[in-house]
Antibody
Framework: QLQLVQSGGEVKKPGASVKVSCQASGDTFVKYVIIWIRQAPGQGLEWMGWVSAANGNPTYARKFLGRVTMTTDTSTNTAYMELRRLTSDDTAVYYC???????????WGQGSQVTVSS | DIQMTQSPSSLSAFVGDRVTITCRASEDVISDLAWFQQKPGKAPKPLIFDASTLRDGVSSKFSGTGSGTNFTLSISSLQPEDFGTYYCQQYYRYPLTFGGGTKVAIK
């Protein structure tokens, strides 16, 4: 079973960038893909994209193209999601999820709160 | 994008009741559907994949049915620990999309 531990909450100003980490343990990291999902306050879940731990290849949701970068570091079994040009609409809890299949969100991190405020 | 519509948006039921939540897809997603349970301040927990396959370790009181565009999640005998918000999610086509959620409360 894959366990995922995410970085802590962050407060950012509009226009800044944020980088959230997701460290995996409990199984072979490179077997998995890491999927990123966010949840705005009181809202539903929004898929942002995924990255292969084996080769680092990302697939992004159209909405975030040009503004998001998803990477992995196999030396530390860690995935990263960087979101740039933040606005207040990006205030949300950001989750990483792991799966063998990038479409099935099997294992979840605890979430990282990102608050964008001037 | 495939739109996922859940109903009801909220419900309240007694302990021991059978509860059913409906999820409708805007187009055919065959059986590429998952259900999640989320409690306040926690990450969603996967319950069911492939519309009806219970994830390992999930109580058999949960069951999922359906294919195509219409799906249901049932809880056979509601318990206090079953409160929370339930989401369906299609993974037939990118972008992956979620229903708006059904908030389940205990009367």
């Amino acid at each position: 079973q894959l366990q995922l531990v995410q970085s802590g909450g962050e407060v950012k100003k509009p226009g800044a960038s944020v980088k959230v980490s997701c460290q995996a343990s409990g199984d072979t990291f490179v077997k998995y893909v890491i999927i990123w999902i966010r949840q705005a306050p009181g809202q539903g879940l929004e898929w942002m994209g995924w990255v292969s731990a084996a080769n680092g290849n990302p697939t992004y949701a159209r909405k975030f193209l040009g503004r998001v970068t998803m990477t992995t570091d196999t030396s530390t079994n860690t995935a990263y999601m960087e979101l740039r040009r933040l606005t207040s609409d990006d205030t949300a809890v950001y989750y990483c999820a792991g799966g063998i299949n990038p479409r099935k969100l099997q294992f979840w991190g605890q979430g990282s709160q990102v608050t964008v405020s001037s | 994008d495939i739109q996922m519509t859940q109903s009801p948006s909220s419900l309240s039921a007694f302990v021991g009741d059978r509860v059913t939540i409906t999820c409708r897809a805007s187009e055919d997603v065959i059986s590429d559907l998952a259900w999640f349970q989320q409690k306040p301040g926690k990450a969603p927990k996967p319950l069911i994949f492939d519309a009806s396959t219970l994830r390992d370790g999930v109580s058999s009181k949960f069951s999922g049915t359906g294919s195509g565009t219409n799906f249901t999640l049932s809880i056979s005998s509601l318990q206090p620990e079953d409160f929370g918000t339930y989401y369906c999610q299609q993974y037939y086509r990118y972008p992956l999309t979620f229903g708006g959620g059904t908030k389940v409360a205990i009367k």
